[in-house]
């Protein structure tokens, strides 16, 4: 069959892993049998793909690959505790913090009860909101910063 | 995997590890590195929650996540590699001699070892992984209609390497 080699080559590779079209199948069927170079090419390839298929490489023990997988599963359960707590420390911290800023800016007391004993001093109302958000903030962007070298510490396993 | 569960089994996990550590320890020859590698992909695996979502092979996607953080793990070591590579050729015995003390499979990974990494994946992925050309393009993230071509390309060059040894 007329043909030139260089262009028909990559179909050997096909024909080797079964992936052509039956046409494309029946056309390198056809060359195979008429052309010794192509042939050539084909038994080495098939010599070739065989070596590979039956290399031995490294392999993991059963106890590494037992800790692989307890690591990755046991972290899906710790990531949603973290998610939980850290909620409910927003939750708690964010609503309680502005409940608390408002009654104290406010003078909440003093207006509902109009006793001068209940006043705060002006330090006090602008002091303590100030005070409770930045701590608010501190603890917040520390926390943020723990979890994220938490979680992209490759020596976190490490034991020394 | 179970019905009720978004996550791989524990038997899933183990088969992936298994064949993920085998490309990344093909493409790393470091064992330590090929399993951080592997660890990293698998808590990936876990933690994305794509092993469900996913719509192709789960093992092509999982060995996509491997192929790149193992491709990650090369380019950070590429300082060394010429070292590492002169430190080879330097205990390598001389292909005569190599013939008689090797067998044919030792010159066979040495040779793989030795081709660019682009051209070595797609050879074990096919023949040593035994994916399909459609899961070697989503691994590879290159179109379907290119992998024959590329494989083959591959393919030869080893068989340049093998010649001697294929009579």
Partial sequence: MKHDCQETEPLISGYLDGELTQSDRQRVDLILEDCEQCSLAFAEMKKLRKGVGSLSFDQLTETEKSNMTKNATSGAGSNLGQFLAITGLILVYGVGACWFCWEVVTDAKFVETGEAKHKLPMFIRLGLPTLTGGVGILFFTVLFQRLKAAKTDKYTDVQI | ?167
Avoid: C
């Fill in chain 2, 1 to 167: 995997m179970t019905a009720d569960s978004h996550l791989p089994s524990r038997d899933e996990l183990e088969a992936l590890s298994e064949s993920g550590f085998a490309l990344a320890i093909q493409l790393l020859s470091r064992h330590e590195d090929a399993a951080d590698v592997v660890q990293d992909s698998l808590r990936k695996l876990v933690h994305s929650g794509r092993y469900k979502a996913q719509k192709g092979s789960p093992l092509a996607w999982f060995l996509k996540v491997v192929r790149n953080g193992a491709l990650d793990t090369l380019r950070q070591r590429r300082p060394n590699d010429d070292e590492a590579v002169a430190r080879l050729a330097a205990t390598a015995p001389a292909p005569d001699i190599a013939v008689e003390r090797e067998e044919l499979a030792g010159i066979m990974r040495r040779q793989l070892e030795a081709m660019p990494v682009s051209q070595r994946e797609i050879i074990l992925l096919r023949d040593f992984h035994d994916l399909s050309y459609t899961e070697i393009a989503e691994v590879l993230g290159i179109a379907p209609g290119t992998v024959m071509s590329r494989l083959h390309r591959a393919r030869n060059e080893l068989r340049k390497r093998m010649k001697k040894y294929l009579k």
